[in-house]
């Protein structure tokens, strides 16, 4: 028994002289299949990018409660590579990779107390950029008349709320004429990887989307199905946009051409996201449930949808401030 009580204290002590930064490797190594392989990347680029300079050699032994403080006013401070300050969304992540590293920690027995750092931050209120009813209009003449790959994945975003990796994803196997259906399934990124020699390069994937929600069936509008109809069809396989059955468009090709076609029709530059942005707005506008919406656009919580959509376009209040008009001239 003495033997055993022993090894335990030997294992504890060799545990503790552990770097928290190879601790926060090893709880990597424990989700790395267990979410999407972009969210792992993510993870694995804050961890690098905020966690490693900060604890660098430092053992597990020799964190306290005042070595975390002071990691929780870096990060609070911390300024991105664009030298703003970081995002709500990923100082909680990177709060959240800590954390989770501190509790697997404990687990292991490389800490002799739970450690948690309390994000204390809280969610400010979703402003999203729609473009206006003109300058839609504007998009619209356009793509109608100049119907090529790029038109129509701008069509695809504006009128079935797609996100740009979902459509440089889209295969002509996912589209049924017979249905008027489409099948949303994957995603195209171009993420950062670590190569076997430590050398980080960018590879173009195609994987799932992140959530099962992302995964949906959609119906598609008529004059949708016959703008589709212009387009040669080819293998199965083959990508839409591409017609190639090995290689799918680049998301930033497709960013750098819907660029160029806003300035051609002179209409203000907002991101592709934003198309997504002012389907959804325009939805709600027309007085779409909030169920329905959220699954059209594969979000895996209505919260997110509310959060994001919820009477926010200011067409939709000036709709309904013309509603008011003296009892009079009721």
């Given at each position: ?311 926010s376009s200011f067409e939709y209040k000036q709709l309904q401030m013309n ?8």
């Amino acid at each position: 028994m003495a033997e055993l009580l022993k090894t335990r204290q030997e294992e504890k002590m060799m545990n503790m002289e552990k770097e928290v930064y190879g601790l926060v490797d090893e709880w990597l190594g424990t989700v790395e299949y267990r979410v999407a392989r972009s969210t792992y990347v993510k993870y694995e680029q804050l961890a690098r990018n905020y966690i490693l300079p900060f604890f660098q050699s430092m053992a597990c032994r020799e964190l306290d409660h005042s070595s975390l403080e002071r990691f929780y006013t870096t990060i609070s401070q911390k300024e991105n590579t664009a030298r703003r300050l970081l995002s709500d969304g990923n100082r909680r992540t990177i709060f959240m990779i800590l954390n989770n590293t501190l509790d697997y920690a404990y687990t292991s027995r490389a800490l002799d107390q739970k450690y948690y750092i309390k994000p204390g931050l809280t969610r400010s209120r979703r402003v999203v950029k729609v473009f206006s009813q003109e300058h839609q209009k504007k998009i619209e003449d356009y793509i109608l008349k100049h119907p090529d790959a790029y038109s129509l994945a701008v069509m695809l975003a504006l009128f079935l709320g797609l996100r740009i990796g979902e459509i440089c994803a889209l295969q002509w196997s996912d589209i049924s004429f017979e249905t008027a259906s489409l099948y949303v399934n994957k995603t195209v990124q171009r993420l950062k990887i670590s190569g076997e020699n430590g050398e980080r390069h960018t590879q173009l994937l195609v994987s799932h989307p992140k959530s099962a929600a992302s995964q949906r069936l959609l119906p598609i509008p008529a004059f949708l199905l016959e703008y589709l109809k212009h387009f040669p069809r080819g293998e199965k396989g083959a990508y839409l946009l591409t017609n190639d059955t090995e290689r799918p468009m680049e998301p930033r090709t497709l960013q750098y051409h819907y660029k160029k076609m806003l300035e051609q029709i002179g209409v203000p530059y907002l991101n592709f996201h934003c198309l997504r942005h002012t389907f959804a707005t325009r939805c709600v506008t027309l007085g779409w449930d909030m169920k329905t919406l959220s699954e059209i656009l594969g979000h895996f919580d209505i919260k997110i949808t509310m959060e994001y959509y919820f009477h926010s376009s200011f067409e939709y209040k000036q709709l309904q401030m013309n509603k008011i008009v003296p009892l009079s001239q009721n």
